[in-house]
Structures are given as structure tokens and as C-alpha cells.
């Protein structure tokens, strides 16, 4: 067996739009990437991070050559990192506005990377987006956006504070995540979202909640391979800082499942 664990994560994506800003060179191309904070999560707990670029039917790559099955016989685990909207077509809905028009695109990409990896028995992780495209994937729906359909719920996002935007969660009792955390049934968390689950998909539990607002904060499958996700941004919680959720506990428990489904 080999040493390390080698975890898959869903690449962001960047498509140039016209006109691309004047910047030129790079940016007038299909960019994929992977966020340094997630590789580094990743690593943290001791595991090798290996981004899987998307393939589309006018790439250079044809379908025919690359299926990203193949990947998931190959690696360990998954993690979907965060990103653009979920459009709102992947879940039976038309754009309320243009700019939540979302990423069709990255939407097939993201859920064919789910089903190779559950179908191969390997698990899967999501952040903030990764838990809006795992609920939508398996069945679910989204508000399009929190302030306009939930205008009772709290600010969850705040472009100029960025990852200093901060709110508590609290963990359902009896879940998973309570389990791993039994001496902290409430914890504050990096918030960077606007979107959120409002169906939840069958055959998941809710694992946690904003305690202001009741909106879903992480979620869980009941069965099958592990398939888990949050709504909060882990790669953006220092170790040891004085105020924010502690998520190695997190971290170990989805590398602890790659592990027993390495050995089997």
C-alpha cells in the first residue's frame, strides 16, 4: 500500500468572458485551478492533493480518451472545493437574476466526479459549494440567493470582510459531527456563501444549523460509501486559533474512511 493517500479535488474553474478585463495573455484562456488554502487543508492531515482537470467536447482531450472513473479507481477520496453557483437548470429552476446563472459546465463535471467516486466506494467531501452541488446531484435544491428568498435569515456572506466573515453553527445532536465534537456542540465558522440548501436531498441528514436563522450548515448520507459536506470553509481555520471551529477532527474522520476504502 502505499504511503500516502492521494486525495482527488474538483478543479475551479475560470472562463474567460469577452471582453477579459484587458488582461490579456493567461486570462484569455480556460483556466483550472486549484485554491492553495484547500491543497494545504489536504495536506495538513497528512494527505496528497491531486486537482482532476474537467473535460469538455471541444477540449483538446476528447471524452473518449480521459473518463474521470478512471480517476476515481485510481485515488483515494474527493473533496469539492468551493467556487461558482450551482446552476440553478442542474436543479429544475430558471436564474432569478443573471448573475446567479451559475456554472453548467463545472455543475456535469462536479456531479460525474461524485458518482465515479460513490459508484467506486471511495468518499466524498464538500465545501460551501461542493455541499450545495452533493445535495443537488443527489436529488436536492438551492435557494438562489438567502437575502432574497429568506429575508428573515442572517447575512451569511460579506464581500469586503471575505474569510474574516464569521457565524455560529450548531451540531444536531446525535450526528456525526456532534460525535466527533462532544465537547463543543457550537462553534464559530468562516461564512462565504449566498446561496443554501432549501430541499434536502433524500436520503441525507442535516448535521448542523445556523442557530440564527435554522439555515443548513452540513449535511450527511445516511448509507452507502461516506458521502459528507459543509457549508462552511474549513481551509480557512487557523489551527489553534482562539475563536474559530478546530476542523482537524473533521478532516481525520473523511481520511480515515479513504483509508479503510484503500485497504478494502
Known amino acids: 500500500m502505499k504511503d500516502s493517500l492521494l486525495i482527488g ?4 474553474i475560470y472562463q474567460p468572458q469577452s471582453p477579459v478585463l484587458d488582461l490579456g495573455g493567461i486570462w484569455t484562456r480556460t483556466l483550472h ?20 482537470p474537467e473535460v469538455e467536447r471541444d477540449s483538446l482531450v476528447q471524452r473518449s480518451e480521459v473518463r474521470l472513473d478512471w480517476y476515481a479507481a485510481q485515488l483515494d477520496g474527493l473533496v469539492l472545493q468551493g467556487g461558482n453557483d450551482v446552476a440553478p437548470q442542474s436543479y429544475g429552476e430558471e436564474p432569478l437574476r443573471p448573475e446567479w446563472a451559475g456554472d453548467r459546465v463545472r455543475d456535469r463535471y462536479e456531479m460525474e466526479l461524485i458518482q465515479a467516486f460513490v459508484d467506486a466506494g471511495k468518499p466524498v467531501f464538500g465545501i460551501c ?3 450545495q452541488v452533493l445535495n443537488v446531484h443527489f436529488g436536492g435544491t438551492l435557494l438562489q440567493d438567502i437575502a432574497t428568498q429568506r429575508p428573515q435569515a442572517r447575512r451569511h456572506v460579506d464581500r469586503e470582510a ?7 453553527v450548531v451540531f444536531e445532536p446525535g450526528s456525526r459531527l456532534a460525535a466527533l465534537y462532544p465537547r463543543s456542540p457550537r462553534v464559530s465558522v468562516t ?8 430541499d434536502l436531498a433524500p436520503g441525507f441528514e442535516v448535521e448542523a444549523r445556523c442557530p440564527e436563522d435554522g439555515m443548513i450548515e452540513a449535511i450527511r448520507r445516511r448509507e452507502g460509501s461516506y458521502v459528507a459536506a459543509v457549508q462552511w470553509h474549513p481551509e480557512f481555520h487557523p489551527p489553534g486559533h482562539q475563536t474559530l471551529f478546530d476542523d482537524r477532527a473533521l478532516l481525520q474522520d473523511f481520511l480515515a474512511a479513504a483509508r479503510a476504502a484503500a485497504a478494502r
Do not use: C, F, N, T
Open 162 to 168: 471575505y474569510d474574516r466573515m464569521h457565524h455560529d
Open 9 to 12: 479535488v474538483s478543479a475551479r
Open 129 to 131: 459549494r461542493g455541499l
Open 33 to 52: 485551478y486549484l485554491e492553495q488554502s484547500v491543497a494545504h487543508w489536504v495536506m495538513s492531515g497528512g494527505a496528497m492533493p491531486v486537482m482532476i
Open 191 to 198: 461564512s462565504l456563501h449566498h446561496q443554501g440548501i432549501k
